[in-house]
């Protein structure tokens, strides 16, 4: 994957997979940025060639630094840039120079600020930079940016990104820090893993709308997340979400519903504000799922890395503790395209068998409220009679670590029910553990095989309803329910193979 | 506050601060219920007396164990009972003997299940239980619960609550598992004090209604959070949470939109549906806050808890990240109740000698973006800046574990500029570490400081806009703005003294 000999990658690969990067500014002061650059992509075990660049060292974290891009020996595929707005200028000359006598080099990102996002004069350097690569058919991410990263081959831009679980989720993001802000919030638990990022900053060459075509043949990308603030052909930018999503879901978080909103964030990116309606009633007709939270953004992506596609919207709530159990079901009803499931005979009979008798079945149809009086094994008994009723396409399962239960036994037993499915027919599981950090290890029990674990039962409900959105436009638009025709991932990634 | 050897506790404070406790079912086998109790109020340190009671141990954990209750020889002011729902009718009429004997006794909390929540036998036991504790003058908290707890005097019914730090916060639940969770939640970074915690289960003798009337006269709860599913005499209710509304915050959360949600709880707690737009009515009229999820529940109560009241709904938002901030702004623009502030042209000059040339100040309105160049003092200079404006109520500020900066300092430098307010003009501060786990320490400093963090933009938001509600409502109500007439604390919560 690192391609660390091969052959020149090809367009856009060439940001993921290098086989060799050019840090120009690199320092020998820890701390600073273009140190802390070259630290990452040692730690992140990226396997292609590490050039630090810098005329005033010798040498950068052990490794030899050289003058200029011109004197590194090795293949340089990407040349990431950290030096100040105009010298900038200087290295993109010099990075076509060795383009044109090479033939590598073909991208760039440029980390640095003081371009466009500062006015008339940092305008005219970031056209005259995109100029200069241009030029010579080097491609730009950025500038004003956190750049790229990738999990599989652990090339990375940023500054403290350090290794990541590697995955199918891919972001792209018109905010560093909203990038930032997901992988750094899900590593704990790694419910995230990482196939492609991309921060796009000021956006002057390589475009959101051209990143999404790439990922869309991307074979390790199951999902692509995307925060968006505004693009200037929002009609291209839609249609290419529309032709990703009709493979692989699209889950976009983008603020702007409001005037103020909107004002924010072309103070932020510079972006034309096109008014948000033309979005928002393209997304839904095209199958692309609007989230309307943060967190709502970070829960759907995740679970459409892990989790089978819904092939229905019937949903049954299992729970092992009533308040948060009232709480889902009023969060599943209130949701226009998901139904609590109706049980079969068959479920209530086998149910009430492994219950106690104060168990509340099917009170209202699709609730299963097991009281406190159970044990582990009860957890992943109940869950697999549900899982097997035809009328069910989807489980919320919510329970607290039990003060008198081993709380990964617990989570064992739910592992355990969920593997059993056949992988063809899988249905998703999504477990609440509603008392936070107090829950933490049956969570990583959980997250470890696969499954997809929520704090907060409204959560999980909205989750699911993102996800049924999903499989009814796929189903509208003619693609066969739950089963895109993307290739497997490369078996990096733990868990479920999802929607691939 | 314990109570230990003063005078006989009144009406319900015996639930809180008894001057001793029998604890019937107490049981030398780690683990089980009757250990796990007498294991909690040894660890919270409650100094009234404790005695468990078992005819079939000697001693529980070092202490002696009486073989029943007539036995126990201090003063028994609270009896909490953990034994098989028939052997609570012997214990009851054990308990009302000894109320006639020797006067103590006055509360009793049943922790079992196997009353009305299993049926008419079940039904039948639980009157016979009221009956005999009743006719001996015995208030009842449940059956079927967790039961109480006092953050002040350490008194515990809980199998698992731990030691937890005491403040302002009161939560009432018709459901245990809610405010464990609650409280589990916030532990790690302390963020919610606690007053009385009261899970009344079966709610056979001692209502929800009538201790919000406890509560509104408790001195030390600054802040009442309610769990409701629903309850017999829904007018009562709401009366009464009116009534404290109009000295200090309530905020409830009840489920019960949907039809199929009401159907839910009312299996869960019994409760007799009233319907939903009964109590939403009256709450809006009253001042009592709804939230509309579980994490906006948490947010309220404990901003409730720690922050002063807002004098107005304008609000700034600063931010350190472009892209939350721009989540943030629009979301503050999307609520009902709050205003994005204008700066007064000094603010504005005032921010642009502190911030660096590429801030973008007022774009839109009441926005500040400082962008990444910027110091930990810029933080609190900006901070400082916002609060003096006369035409800010409240700000928001967003702000990420900086890659270049110490996270603690930062911290310290919100702090510093939030707690220079004088006193009684303080605004609140609602603090955005988009960063989850990755900014713990700066949450930490924050949180100890008394202030409120938040993992997510839509979230700070949300909160400040049930605040700018409640402080709407108490104007309307002709209650003085801000300043509830309820006594100061105790002293031992944390952090700013808030509504008092």
């Known amino acids: 994957m690192a391609n660390g000999s091969g052959e020149a990658p090809q367009g856009l690969a060439a940001f993921f997979a290098p086989r060799g990067v050019a840090v120009v500014g690199a320092s020998a002061e820890p701390g600073s940025p273009g140190h802390q650059i070259v630290a990452q992509l040692q730690q992140t075990h990226y396997a292609g060639g590490l050039y630090p660049v810098n005329p005033r060292a010798q040498e950068v974290r052990g490794l030899p630094c050289y003058p200029g891009v011109l004197q590194v020996p090795g293949p340089v595929d990407l040349a990431v840039v950290v030096v100040p707005a105009p010298v900038c200028l200087v290295v993109a000359a010099q990075l076509a120079s060795r383009r044109r006598q090479r ?177 928002h009633g393209a997304f839904r007709q095209a199958g692309v799922v609007r989230a309307r939270t943060v967190l709502e953004f970070y829960g759907t992506v995740r679970a459409f890395e892990r989790l089978p596609l819904p092939r229905g919207d019937q949903v049954a709530v299992l729970s092992a503790v009533g308040g948060p159990g009232t709480v889902c079901v009023d969060e599943v009803a209130s949701q226009a395209n998901l139904r609590l499931a109706q049980f079969s005979p068959p479920t209530r009979t086998r149910l009430q068998a492994v219950l106690s008798d104060i168990a509340a079945i099917g009170q209202p149809e699709g609730y299963v409220d097991m009281t406190g009086s159970l ?103 003619g693609v066969s329910p739950g089963r895109p025709p993307v290739g497997k991932a490369d078996g990096t990634s733990r868990g479920d193979a999802g929607v691939v």
Chains 1, 2 share one sequence.
């Not at 002057?204 to 990308?221: I, N, Q, R, S």
């Not at 959980?446 to 909205?462: D, N, S, Y």
Request: net charge negative; proline share 6%.
């Open 103 to 279: 033939g590598d080099v073909a991208a760039a990102v440029v980390v640095s600020g003081g371009f466009a996002e500062t006015g008339p004069d940092g305008r005219r350097l970031q056209e005259e930079l995109v100029r200069t690569l241009r030029g010579a058919g080097i491609r730009l991410v950025g500038p004003n940016c956190v750049g790229v990263a990738d999990g599989h081959t652990g090339l990375t831009t940023s500054f403290d990104l350090g290794p990541y679980p590697p995955g199918g989720v891919s972001v792209l993001s018109q905010s560093g820090a909203f990038v930032m802000s997901f992988l750094h919030w899900a590593r704990p638990l790694k419910m995230v893993g990482l196939c492609k990022l991309a921060s796009v900053g000021n956006m002057a060459d390589v475009t959101l709308t051209e990143l999404l075509g790439y990922l869309a043949d991307d074979p390790c990308t199951r999902v692509v997340g995307v925060y968006l603030e505004g693009v200037r052909d929002a009609r291209a930018f839609v249609q290419a979400a529309a032709e990703v999503a009709a493979r692989k879901p699209v889950v976009v978080l983008k603020p702007g519903r409001t005037a103020q909103g909107a004002r924010a964030a072309q103070s932020h990116t510079g972006s034309v504000a096109s008014p948000d309606a033309i979005y």
């Open 375 to 477: 044990t582990a094994r009860t957890h992943g008994d109940a869950l697999r009679i549900l899982l097997a009723d035809e009328g069910v396409d989807a489980v919320i399962l919510l329970t607290p670590p039990p003060t008198f239960l081993e709380e990964e036994e617990v989570a064992r037993h739910v592992v355990e029910a969920y593997q059993e499915q056949p992988p063809e027919l899988r249905k998703p599981v999504l477990v609440v553990l509603t008392f936070g950090n107090a829950a933490l290890r049956a969570r990583r029990v959980l997250e470890a095989a696969g499954l997809c674990t929520f704090e907060f039962p409204e959560e999980a409900a909205q989750v699911l309803a993102r996800m049924v959105e999903y499989a009814q436009a796929r189903a509208r638009l």
